[in-house]
């Protein structure tokens, strides 16, 4: 009789605890069940870069295609510059042709535009289509793979090399999920390149005896709600990695697995992480890209009104139902600033500030061009101020 009765108190007791809305609280509080199939994993919003969930993100491993994500970047970057055009016609050489692994199945020899290489890139993960804009921007494969390592220090990351533009299997090539976090977030400052990214399926050579049809090896493009990109990645010593982005209202995150199992494992995981990022945080976007923040004027410039803008988006981000009341932004201009000056040029810093705590800072650049004037308009200008002064 005693032995049922403790069973009946104890049956009760699990089953009132269980029912309780604390014990889902419980679970929720602990997001570091999210990657528990992934050897590393890290949850970050995109404007500000703060880290919603961290899980082993500085280990080094093998990034595999994730690799595409930093040549990806330096190919938006000769883009911007003006360096590179999306209508140039690119010829294949027998090197870009011959490379194995994902491919779009370019012939050496062969022309196709940089509109549709990017393409190949970003969707179907082609390392032939990798290595063929590589060699157009550096003049070789190895000679990008500097710029690339370049890069990496720009970005302050101590825990990347590359070896290669493509992720295929390399001694002393490695990242971290934290690295390529904030490649992510520096690519991402090319905001087209979602356009790019987000294509679930599309062809190539489309009408030619050749034609090839491209399908997005990111599956969570076409199966969760805002998420455009960005880039897979599989090798046997890899498993499988995604370095994911998605877009909700106004809310950008990043989230990169690496290592897991599956692919099935690797998208649950990501979905997870997004997820706990929309159902826990919000954010309240400050300024978009480009969106000017004060006019200055250059009286050495052709034009001396010029528009100050942020280089990228900026925003704060805090838990649902707890925005700060105390956010301010200052603007602070380098001094001593030289013309001409070019668009994108850092010329200022935009911090954003919780009370007296500084949350982010921002490059602040031009919207255009800045030009030293001619000596006819300096001379004009010169006549014009004697005048106003009698």
Not at 242 to 253: G, I, Q, S
Not at 267 to 283: G, H, K, R, V
């Amino acid at each position: 009789m005693r032995k049922y009765s403790l069973f009946i108190i104890i049956t009760f007791l699990l089953t009132f605890i269980l029912a309780t809305p604390a014990a889902a609280e419980t679970a929720q509080s602990q997001p570091e069940t999210l990657a528990d199939g992934a050897k590393s994993a890290i949850l970050m919003e995109r404007d500000t870069g703060e880290i919603l969930f961290d899980k082993n993100s500085h280990e080094k491993l093998p990034p595999a295609s994730m690799t595409k994500t930093m040549t990806l970047l330096l190919i938006m970057e000769a883009l911007e510059a003006g360096t590179l055009k999306k209508d140039e016609m690119i010829r294949v050489s027998e090197k870009a042709a011959s490379m194995g692994g994902s491919q779009i199945f370019l012939e050496a020899g062969e022309e196709m535009s940089v509109n549709d290489l990017l393409k190949g890139i970003a969707v179907a993960s082609g390392n032939d289509a990798s290595v063929a804009l590589a060699e157009r921007i550096a003049g070789s494969e190895e000679a990008f793979v500097e710029k690339m390592n370049e890069k990496v220090k720009e970005l302050g990351l101590e825990n990347t090399k590359f070896q290669n533009t493509t992720g295929l299997p390399a001694e002393n090539h490695y990242s971290t999920s934290y690295d390529m976090a904030v490649i992510a977030k520096e690519l991402l400052k090319y905001e087209s390149i979602t356009e790019y990214t987000s294509i679930y399926e599309d062809y190539l050579r489309k009408g030619e005896e050749n034609e090839f049809w491209l399908v997005n090896t990111n599956k969570l493009v076409h199966f969760y709600p805002g998420v455009d990109g960005l880039k897979t990645g599989y090798t046997n010593e890899a498993k499988y990695c995604l370095t994911a982005t998605a877009k909700k209202d106004d809310m950008r995150v990043i989230a990169v697995v690496m290592g897991a199992e599956t692919p099935k494992d690797r998208n649950n995981m990501i979905s997870n992480l997004l997820d706990y990022a929309y159902s826990q945080f919000e954010t309240k976007q400050l300024f978009e890209k480009d969106e000017k923040i004060k006019t200055l004027n250059f009286k050495k410039a052709e034009n001396m009104q010029t528009n100050i803008v942020a280089s990228e988006s900026i925003s704060t981000i805090y838990k649902k139902g707890e925005f700060p009341e105390d956010i301010v932004h200052e603007t602070e201009i380098n001094d001593n600033l030289e013309l001409p000056i070019k668009r994108g040029d850092k010329i200022g810093t935009l911090y954003v500030k919780e009370g007296t705590k500084v949350l982010t800072e921002t490059d602040l650049t031009v919207d255009h061009d800045v030009e030293k004037a001619g000596y006819y308009t300096l001379l004009k200008r010169a006549i014009q101020d004697i005048s106003k002064a009698k």
